[in-house]
């Protein structure tokens, strides 16, 4: 299982170019849409952190996320259910979006995740706590 996630995760990937980690925050939204919805991501510090959303049909990449543990992550996500997979390793063994953190890359499969409207007026956005984890 590990092995279709890690070939997943490297067909899904984005080709990079720096060693350098990029600045906290969005990377990029290829979605086509609207970034209306929370998705929050609670760590532990310590290490660095590459989000995607990926199309769950396609495999294609709709947006990127990278930010270092120890605090809160926010960002915005685009309507929809997307896969969401994320890969953690030690900010010094960044070697760009295509390789992550290289053969060192921890690849934390979410599954599914929806953004969205229910009901009237309520949004549904998503709260990934990794603290419990060892992650």
């Given at each position: 299982?590990r092995?279709?996630l ?27 849409l ?36 120890g ?51 309520s ?13």
């Open positions: 299982m092995l279709i890690v070939l997943l995760w490297l067909v899904a990937a984005t080709p990079g170019q720096s060693a350098e980690p990029p600045g906290e925050g969005l990377l990029w939204n290829r979605s086509g609207p970034l209306l919805f929370p998705l929050h991501v609670r760590t532990g510090p310590g290490a660095g952190y590459y989000l995607q959303l990926l199309d769950p049909k396609t495999g294609k990449p709709a947006m990127a996320a990278w930010f270092e543990g605090e809160l992550f926010r960002v915005l996500a685009p309507p929809g259910e997307w896969r969401l997979v994320i890969a953690k390793g030690a900010v010094s063994d960044w070697q760009g979006e295509a390789q992550a953190f290289g053969p060192e890359s921890e690849i934390i499969d979410q599954g599914l995740v929806f953004f969205g409207v229910l009901g009237l007026a949004r549904q956005g998503v709260i990934i706590d990794l603290l419990g984890q060892g992650t």
